[in-house]
């Protein structure tokens, strides 16, 4: 089989939903290229790409515990682990706004491409569901 997107799976839902929200990043951003400010561009961008970062690290930080949880030990998964995620990503947010490289609402326009994937994910579930009458994996 290929190279997983996110590590210890290789469930195709979860490659359409990064390849997703890869796209709808790439789209956003090019759009705005030629109609926006170039700080909404960028904060689409980096938006975008914080939002691959944490889809990947709670990707990697599930696929642990729950590797760990069928090998009959306890999961070992710190709080702080889970937490230092979000503030990572909210310093990173903080410090691009404060050097005005991205535009604020932008930037949270690009963390939301998780939201995107999931619609599509959703629609072309319904679409297979309702029209074939059939489930897909």
């Not at 700080?39 to 889809?55: C, E, K, M």
């Amino acid at each position: 089989m290929g190279v997983s997107l996110t590590p210890g799976s290789n469930r195709p839902v979860e490659k359409r939903i990064f390849l997703t929200m890869a796209a709808a990043v790439a789209l956003a951003v090019f759009a705005s290229l030629p109609f926006g400010q170039w700080r909404v561009s960028a904060g689409l961008l980096l938006g975008g790409l914080l939002s691959l970062l944490n889809h990947y690290w709670l990707s990697t930080s599930t696929s642990a515990v729950f590797s760990v949880i069928a090998e009959g030990t306890k999961p070992r998964l710190r709080v702080t682990t889970y937490i230092l995620r979000y503030l990572v990503i909210a310093s990173v947010v903080y410090l691009a706004y404060k050097l005005h490289l991205v535009s604020l609402t932008a930037t949270i326009a690009g963390l939301c491409s998780f939201v995107i994937a999931l619609f599509v994910e959703a629609f072309r579930e319904f679409y297979f569901a309702i029209i074939h009458r059939e489930e897909t994996s």
